[in-house]
């Protein structure tokens, strides 16, 4: 899984239907653009075109705009509803035969017919070439691919997994046209065919341009005539200042807190509007379970005692998140409050003293708190050293912080080299399971050498299994305790979700949810 790039959250219900998916789903197609085009302006980066290895939150914008998938999240809504499918459904009670039939008369961009054959393809495909920056990573359960006709598709799950709808119904659900990709390779040439509400026109280094698919059909209702994606590459002062310069429309994804704040005030609102929405965006401090210093509970445990998330919410985020105490986001069912039961929320030297001192650790304890600049957020930096400052207030610690370039993190993190890192997520699917399988799971994505029999062999296939979301309750309490009582990671904070637009741009209320689906067809510009 990605730890894909942050920010009231609003109640969301997470419920999978096992049973029968039809209808059109989130409203009626309309393939025909209207509006003038938008202009949006984001931070980040769009690292791939060709969903086979594209895991990243630029790259997935582009895959949910450009690329139908079977099923879709709606417009706030967490349950997956059909798209390029007119109905989808588990056809066992085991969770682990699942058939799609698809709608009559789907095209690609370029006129191609898209049927079974493309959607077995696709998954076929990403499989098979298993990039290391795809999600092929998410389908470790996916056995075979029938396709009895051009609209059947049924796929053969090594294992149940209720979760599975929630998962094709992502990015990584992309379908291309196996007329245009090879089966075998990525497609490196920066472009993109797929049947989705918008084509790539083209994609360069600090832009992206698309224009309506007139051969769409699907739920999405296109509001615009276009819409141009400029790239500032982490450059956040460049984001802000174009937004106030007209040269934006709408700015996404990578303002800092203080340019959030500034954009509000009242110089700024006659031509500006800050809109928030609901994320299940989280931040981690994930602890190398190997490490001398960072491998003791005790240590872990005093880390817990002395953080205090209010103080950083206020001072380096200036309101733009929320204190996290667990590793499942509040709006996702299963969330529960276990790190908040078991250390408070108000920092205590004493019980950091005391878990040292039990752990038979005498004399501040060294530590160095790993970082990168802006992959997991514009303030980490600042929040880390911040973090490092609290550890140090107690009299108990020497701790500093080293930042690094991304690349480099990334493969120091693998190699083990950190006791103490950092770690955002942007779930793939608004899901419980995809704050835990990925994080406690085989293979897990955090490298830090924690495993757990009982999470693993119990309540991670237990709950992957159970096609009533709202009956994993009990084992997700379980799980999430048993990480508070081991600490490999300690939650930070959660998200609030903003993008800035202009005064005559609308519909960005419809972009920001728990799905972290960004939908361009909701955008349009008075």
């Not at 899984?1 to 999978?16: I, T």
């Not at 299963?334 to 078991?342: E, K, L, P, S």
Request: hydrophobic fraction near 40%; charged fraction near 20%; include cysteine.
């Amino acid at each position: 899984m990605k730890m894909r790039n942050q920010w009231p959250v609003l109640p969301v219900v997470a419920g999978l239907a096992s049973g029968l998916l039809t209808g059109c789903g989130a409203g009626n197609g309309d393939s025909g653009g209207t509006g003038s085009s938008v202009v949006m302006g984001m931070s980040d980066d769009v690292l791939a075109t060709d969903p086979a290895s594209g895991y990243d939150p630029g790259s997935w914008l582009l895959f949910n705009n450009v690329f139908q998938s079977l099923l879709a999240f709606p417009n706030g809504g967490t349950e997956p509803v059909p798209e390029a499918a007119r109905s989808c459904e588990f056809t066992d009670t085991a969770t682990k035969v699942y058939r799609c039939t698809l709608k009559d008369g789907l095209k690609f961009s370029n006129g191609d017919a898209l049927t079974s054959e493309d959607v077995k393809f696709s998954f076929d495909r990403m499989l098979k070439i298993n990039d290391d920056a795809g999600p092929a990573i998410m389908f470790p359960m996916l056995g075979r691919i029938e396709t009895p006709d051009a609209k059947t598709v049924v796929f053969h799950l090594k294992e149940p997994d209720a979760t599975f709808p929630s998962k094709i119904a992502s990015g990584a659900g992309s379908i291309v046209d196996h007329n245009e990709y090879d089966g075998n390779k990525l497609r490196k040439d920066g472009k993109a065919v797929g049947s989705g509400p918008y084509k790539l026109d083209s994609f360069g280094k600090d832009k992206a341009v698309f224009s309506v698919n007139g051969n769409y059909k699907g739920a999405a209702k296109v509001k615009n005539s276009g819409v141009t994606l400029k790239l500032f590459h982490g450059d956040q002062a460049g984001l802000k200042r174009a937004l106030q310069d007209d040269k934006i429309d709408i700015a996404y994804r990578g303002l800092s807190a203080g340019d959030i704040a500034d954009l509000q005030n009242a110089d700024n609102k006659a031509t500006t509007e800050v809109v928030e929405g609901s994320s299940a965006e989280v931040q981690h401090l994930v602890f190398n379970m190997k490490d001398p210093v960072a491998g003791k509970l005790g240590v872990r445990k005093a880390i817990a005692y002395l953080l205090d998330r209010d103080a950083l919410i206020k001072n380096v985020y200036e309101g733009t998140a929320t204190p996290l105490y667990s590793i499942i986001p509040a709006g996702i069912v299963g969330h529960n409050t276990a790190f908040f039961d078991t250390y408070g929320a108000s920092p205590s030297p004493a019980k950091a003293a005391a878990a040292l001192s039990n752990a038979g650790i005498t004399g501040k304890v060294k530590l160095t708190l790993w970082s990168t600049p802006s992959r997991y957020g514009p303030a980490t930096d600042q929040e880390l050293k911040a973090i490092a400052g609290q550890l140090n207030a107690s009299g108990l610690f020497a701790a500093d912080v080293k930042s690094v370039a991304f690349d480099q993190y990334e493969k120091d993190v693998a190699k083990g080299k950190y006791g103490v890192y950092v770690k955002g997520w942007v779930p793939d699917y608004p899901d419980a399971d995809n704050f835990t399988a990925p994080f406690f799971g085989k293979g897990n994505v955090l490298s830090n050498n924690y495993s757990n029999n009982t999470i693993t062999g119990t309540l991670i296939p237990r709950t992957a299994a159970e096609s009533d979301r709202a009956a994993t309750d009990n084992d997700y309490a379980k799980l999430q305790d048993i990480v508070a009582q081991q600490l490999p990671v300690l939650p930070v904070w959660q998200a609030k979700q903003y993008a800035v637009t202009r005064e005559n741009v609308y519909g960005l209320e419809y972009c920001l949810d728990a799905s972290t689906v960004f939908r361009f067809w909701e955008l349009s510009k008075g």
